[in-house]
T-cell receptor, first 114, second 112 residues
Framework: QQQVKQSPQSLIVQKGGISIINCAYE??????FPWYQQFPGKGPALLIA?????SEKKEGRFTISFNKSAKQFSLHIMDSQPGDSATYFC?????????????FGTGTRLQVTL | SQTIHQWPATLVQPVGSPLSLECTVE??????LYWYRQAAGRGLQLLFY??????ISSEVPQNLSASRPQDRQFILSSKKLLLSDSGFYLC???????????FGSGTRLTVV
């Protein structure tokens, strides 16, 4: 059973635009929500993460918005650049989970065009 | 600083041949270790995880096995590869909740 649903599957954004990727979770015990960025042929890299005690976290052009009541969180990439073209994964984990396992979304392939 | 090494970067193996992929972590002790597989254009599938030496948990039934002979070494193996074993294999480590994973650079395995 997939516990983190990610959308859209792919996204094309013009340079300078805002990229928005959404995730929804089912398990209310989740309390850590990271986003990963993966370039072709490379391993995913942690981009930004949020805990449910805040509704928003911003790091540079990247912002996570978190809605605990709706069980949704999203990644916003402001002023999107061609270098942001990559696959993005949301994930979630809960305190006490065995080996701190992350549950990943299915990924969003972002293409930023000139 | 912590680093993770994974090798080889690419591998082409015939069907029925054995496999051994190695992952080592530096700069941390008693990490949680993970093996993931990523099919082309697909998401991340957790194959195995380990919370300590000799402790291996399998997430999905498959043709692969994992071992952790040392605290910071994680090995993915197969006795006889299948075509369906092709994919991008990723090793990762974590030190606990709320710290996320650090992934290795991956191994691209093609079984022919």
């Amino acid at each position: 059973q997939q516990q983190v649903k990610q959308s859209p599957q792919s996204l094309i954004v013009q340079k300078g635009g805002i990229s928005i990727i959404n995730c929804a979770y089912e398990n209310t015990a989740f309390d850590y929500f990271p986003w990963y960025q993966q370039f072709p042929g490379k391993g995913p890299a942690l981009l930004i993460a949020i805990r449910p005690d805040v509704s928003e976290k911003k790091e540079g052009r990247f912002t996570i918005s978190f809605n605990k009541s709706a069980k949704q969180f999203s990644l916003h990439i402001m002023d999107s650049q061609p270098g942001d073209s990559a696959t993005y994964f949301c994930a979630a984990s809960r305190r006490g989970s065995t080996a701190s396992k992350l549950t990943f979304g299915t990924g969003t392939r972002l293409q930023v065009t000139l | 600083s912590q680093t993770i090494h994974q090798w080889p970067a690419t591998l082409v193996q015939p069907v029925g041949s054995p496999l051994s992929l190695e992952c080592t972590v530096e700069g941390t002790s008693n990490p949680n270790l993970y093996w993931y597989r990523q099919a082309a254009g697909r998401g991340l599938q957790l194959l195995f995880y380990s919370v300590g030496i000799g402790q291996i948990s399998s997430e999905v039934p498959q043709n692969l096995s994992a071992s952790r002979p040392q605290d910071r070494q994680f090995i993915l193996s197969s006795k006889k590869l299948l075509l369906s074993d092709s994919g991008f294999y990723l090793c990762a480590w974590s030190v606990g909740h709320n710290y996320g994973y650090t992934f290795g650079s991956g191994t691209r395995l093609t079984v022919v």
